[in-house]
């Protein structure tokens, strides 16, 4: 399946989000950077974009937080988005958020990590929310300008994310974890849903994989059994079930003050609290038949997001809108 957006294909009556997004972290400090290209369409209504640009340092505490909406939205011939002048595709992130700028190239030797377990779910009305990795470990190049500081990010590891959907999960989880002590080369990207039905929520479902030693194996699926999850907004514990006997164990922490409080808005008027913080530290414990136990820790390169609609998590929300 092709990288591209998929906003211009939706029918004019239709309502939709779409993201394309970019995560990457210093391999030496607490240091990183969330860039989010969005699409937003009400039913009926033309698409705008808007950019978002999230700079975390745990030294500093509260991250930088800006976004920016804009009615000029395109896809440029050699890439996948142009928000305005801030654009992303194969290669390269450009562009500029309220005082951040920033030119960025990646690269990977990792294929798509394409989550749903089945091509047609990606086709098919449900799930309404479809989510890949174009490239789930990717090294950076380039610098950010934030203000009168440079942050270089040569040598920097993170990931590309795509996700679309007619509306948003009632509640999700997203961890991508890299950078591990005991295995540099690892990485971890899962996602975990709950939807509304019947004006309950739905339990659990994840979908993800962890690569070792550039092997990939399957994690979650609608049918695995054994999935628990405790989530707050600072911190998570999970234990994933895998395919073949395999099994993960995942606890996550942020940084006390270093999360992100973002206000995302559903195209039929609803909205969700989405708290970010990609500095977490993650422990890990991958569990695989036939063999001992393997116990990881990334001390600041895990990115931990939880989407929900309570307001009373304690993360301050930036102060911008999701019209």
Avoid at 9 to 21: A, H, K, L, R
Avoid at 214 to 234: C, I, P, S, W
Avoid at 269 to 292: F, M, Y
């Amino acid at each position: 399946m092709p990288v591209s957006a998929m906003f211009p294909t939706v029918s004019p009556q239709s309502g939709m989000y779409e993201s394309f997004y970019l995560r990457a972290v210093s391999p030496t400090q607490p240091l990183g950077v969330w860039i989010r290209c969005t699409v937003k369409k009400r039913s009926g209504q033309p698409p705008h974009g808007s950019v978002w640009c999230t700079v975390f340092d745990a030294a500093s505490g509260a991250p930088y937080m800006h976004k920016t909406t804009t009615e000029e939205l395109s896809v440029p011939a050699d890439g996948w988005i142009a928000v305005g002048e801030t654009r992303m595709g194969p290669g390269v992130a450009e562009g500029a958020c309220g005082e951040a700028s920033w030119s960025l190239r990646f690269e990977s030797r990792e294929q798509e990590l394409r989550h749903l377990p089945f091509g047609f779910l990606y086709r098919a009305p449900l799930p309404r929310t479809k989510l890949t990795s174009p490239a789930p470990l990717a090294s950076f190049s380039g610098v950010l300008q934030l203000g009168d500081r440079r942050i270089d990010l040569d040598g920097w590891h993170g990931m590309i994310g795509h996700n679309w959907g007619a509306e948003h999960a009632e509640r999700w989880i997203w961890l991508h974890g890299l950078d591990f002590e005991e295995a540099p080369g690892a990485w971890l990207d899962l996602a975990i849903g709950r939807i509304a039905v019947g004006g309950r929520q739905s339990p659990w479902v994840a979908n993800g994989a962890i690569c070792m030693e550039g092997k990939r194996m399957r994690l979650g699926g609608l049918l695995a059994r054994g999935l628990r999850v405790a989530e707050r907004a600072d911190r998570c514990s999970l234990w994933v079930p895998g395919r073949g006997g395999t099994s993960l164990e995942a606890h996550v922490q942020t940084p006390a003050g270093s999360a992100a409080g973002w206000r995302y808005a559903d195209h039929d008027g609803g909205e969700h609290d989405v708290v970010n913080c990609s500095i977490a530290t993650l422990r890990v414990v991958l569990r695989r038949k036939g063999q001992a136990s393997q116990s990881l820790l990334s001390s600041h390169g895990a990115a931990y997001e939880l989407g929900m609609r309570e307001h009373d998590h304690g993360i301050a929300v930036a102060p911008f809108g999701d019209d």
